[in-house]
């Protein structure tokens, strides 16, 4: 079963607007981790934050992380064409083993 | 990815034959995963593995089985491949679980 389920399934943006991407989840965790995935491609890891960590930011990303909600959101400001991917969330809560979400596919429009 | 590699890229197979996929690793992490994505799904974990001969199921283990003899290479095995292992699969690496690195993936059919 999945642990962390996305919000929205998908998203179509403008380039140069921001998007957000939210995550719940319903067991404790140690960390949370968004990834990207191209399509075709493999994942790659976008960012980390731990569980006693609120807020957390990484060029253009800004994570956020409520604990007491379970829930943790992406945001991407002033997007790109280039940032048109799949985005998951995965949490890590024991044995560093992660668990996904199904995903949101964020279209960038030019 | 740099670091990690998985072989076949592509492979159709017939329905009862066996399948080994693998996974090799230059960085000498010692987790490493398998996982598999289907269209909604997201991303399921099949086993993995957390050091040399060390591996536990995962979340769908069934009709699957891994092997592990040293650290860069992860051997995953369809014991008698279904049309439901149609799917991409994906190994995973890590060191101490900040941020896991994914191979590129392998594309099967079972017909």
């Known amino acids: 079963s999945q642990q962390g389920e996305e919000d929205p399934q998908a998203l179509s943006i403008q380039e140069g607007e921001n998007a957000t991407m939210n995550c719940s989840y319903k067991t404790s965790i140690n960390n949370l981790q968004w990834y990207r995935q191209n399509s075709g491609r493999g994942l790659v890891h976008l960012i980390l934050?731990?569980?006693?960590?609120r807020e957390k930011h990484s060029g253009r990303l800004r994570v956020t992380l409520d604990t007491s909600k379970k829930s943790s959101s992406l945001l991407i400001t002033a997007s790109r064409a280039a940032d048109t991917a799949s985005y998951f969330c995965a949490t890590d809560g024991s044995n560093y083993k992660l668990t996904f979400g199904k995903g949101t596919l964020l279209t960038v429009n030019p | 990815d740099a670091g990690i590699t998985q072989s076949p890229r592509h492979k159709v197979t017939e329905t009862g034959t066996p399948v080994t996929l693998r996974c090799h690793q230059t960085e000498n992490h010692r987790y490493m995963y398998w996982y598999r994505q289907d269209p909604g799904h997201g991303l399921r974990l099949i086993h993995y593995s957390y050091g040399v001969k060390d591996t536990d199921k995962g979340e769908v283990s069934d009709g699957y089985s891994v092997s592990r003899s040293k650290t860069e290479d992860f051997l995953l095995t369809l014991e008698s491949a279904t049309s439901s292992q149609t799917s991409v699969y994906f190994c995973?690496?890590?060191?101490?679980?900040?941020?896991?690195?994914f191979g590129s993936g392998t594309r099967l059919t079972v017909v």
């Open positions: 995973a690496i890590t060191d101490q679980g900040y941020g896991y690195t």
């Open positions: 934050i731990r569980s006693n960590e």
